[in-house]
């Protein structure tokens, strides 16, 4: 048993998206989650300075005692986990693309047309691809695209409009016309908020989450370790840093996580160590 508070984050609000899942699957386990919410978005910074952002957080989480790593972003599991990894051998830190990718490789049917949907960073790196054919290398339908508007505009909550709408047909009717996709991996963490926006504009694509896949990741990891929490870890024992705690911020975690402010313990981290 293993009472530690597991240590979640991401560049901004996207983290935030696979929390529901953990706090159903794992509901004794404490969070700690920080959002970079001051320097997001990630997606389309180098590598060099995503990897100095992600060192910065994983020295936070590690003063904050966590007992495991969740990199909840896929930004920075695609640019920076073994970094991560190297500078903290004795915390077990999970990234969402091989899970996510294990669930493609395995779930989808084999002759389906896929489409990654991710931010520049991710799509560079190559993660994705590499990752579903090192499961199912015979896989000849896989396709990517980065749609890098949608992170700042779902950090200033313009989802439910037309803005967000055009700005999917903009991305995607194309991508998805050309490649004839029928099924969508939400490459970022930030892109469940626009599921329902995707669904009714393609009804008929699959989408698979990467912020679902990750909380069976950190479920399996924590049974093979021996380390889930007792009984006595409680929900408002959960803490949500943010580098930024803006309007915006404060009302996306409400609507994620389907609480009022008051019943959640938010507060402000400045990550200029
Ligand atoms: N939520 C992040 C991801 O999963 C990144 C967004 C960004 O900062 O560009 O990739």
Redesign the pocket.
């Known amino acids: 048993m293993d009472n530690r508070p597991i240590g979640f984050f991401?560049?901004?609000i996207?983290?935030l998206t696979s929390i529901p899942y953990i706090m159903r699957q794992l509901p004794a386990e404490r969070i700690v989650f920080f959002g970079d919410t001051a320097r997001?978005?990630?997606?389309?910074k180098s590598p060099q300075t995503i990897r100095q952002f992600t060192l910065q957080i994983g020295e936070f989480m590690a003063k904050k005692g966590v007992k495991m790593m969740v990199v909840?972003?896929?930004?920075?599991?695609?640019t920076s986990l073994d970094e991560l990894q190297a500078a903290y051998p004795d915390i077990p830190v999970i990234g969402?693309i091989a899970p996510t990718a294990k669930v493609v490789a395995r779930d989808v049917p084999p002759e389906s047309h896929i489409g990654i949907l991710?931010?520049k960073?991710?799509i560079r790196s190559g993660a994705y691809v590499s990752k579903i054919l090192e499961h199912d290398p015979s896989r000849q339908h896989i396709y990517s695209t980065a749609c890098?508007a949608f992170?700042p505009l779902i950090e200033e909550g313009i989802i439910d409009n037309q803005i967000m709408d055009l700005t999917i047909h903009y991305y995607l009717d194309r991508f998805v016309e050309e490649h004839q996709i029928d099924t969508f991996v939400l490459?970022?963490?930030?892109?469940p908020l626009i599921a329902d926006n995707l669904r009714r504009i393609y009804p008929d694509i699959r989408l698979i989450s990467?912020s679902k896949e990750v909380a069976t990741a950190v479920n399996i990891e924590l049974s093979r370790r021996h380390m889930y929490a007792g009984p006595h870890n409680q929900e408002k024992d959960n803490v949500f840093y943010a580098s930024d705690l803006s309007e915006n911020f404060v009302n996306m975690i409400q609507r994620i996580l389907g609480r009022d402010q008051d019943e959640l313990n938010i507060r402000f981290k400045n990550l200029d160590l």
């Not at 490459?187 to 892109?191: A, D, E, I, N």
């Open positions: 991401d560049s901004g996207g983290g997001t978005p990630y997606g389309s909840a972003c896929n930004t920075i599991s695609a969402v991710a931010t960073a991710t890098p992170v490459g970022c963490t930030h892109y990467s």
